[in-house]
């Protein structure tokens, strides 16, 4: 039998995958419950033999944004420091952050029922993350610009924080405003 991940996919049933995925990823991001798998597939101009046919379940779909998601973050991550001077990098970076934590708002129930049942691996994507901002950290501290005694889990928490406020009171710029100041306080001081 063959793994249907591991099988070629044309090129039309690749693009339609890829436009699910990212209809799916905008739809979450913007939704109060959980959406229909019927309106994604509509959203994304496919029928919902098609999304079924990529995605036999919710959790399929949910899996499949969590795992695009993450590995749009840490690539980020590693374009981001490649690009730009590390204090600018670790910013952008922290906005990359604020929409995979977006993400989460319409598929939180799947993913945390995915999460508990093991379904996903959540361990392994938090590792993935935090070697994303260790990254960033180290490019930071060669150069003298970010301090040496701050952890990527105390900027994963910090990150958590801020969005955590800043999504209740819905105001993008005081989410700007912490994440500035929160970067200054990443500084290294002399």
Known sequence: MTDPDARVLRADASRNRDELLKVATRVFVSADSPPSMRAIAREAGVGIATLYRHFP???ALVDAVYR?????LTAGARGLRAELPPAEALRRWMDLFGEWIATKNGMLDTLLAMIESGEIAHVRTQTELLAA???LLDAGRATGEFRTDVSAEDVAAGLIGIFTVSCSSGSDGRT???LNVFLD???HRA
């Open 185 to 187: 306080g990443l500084r």
């Open 133 to 135: 901002i260790d990254g």
């Open 176 to 178: 700007d405003r912490l």
């Open 68 to 72: 695009d998601q993450v590995e749009r």
């Open 57 to 59: 379940t919710r959790e």
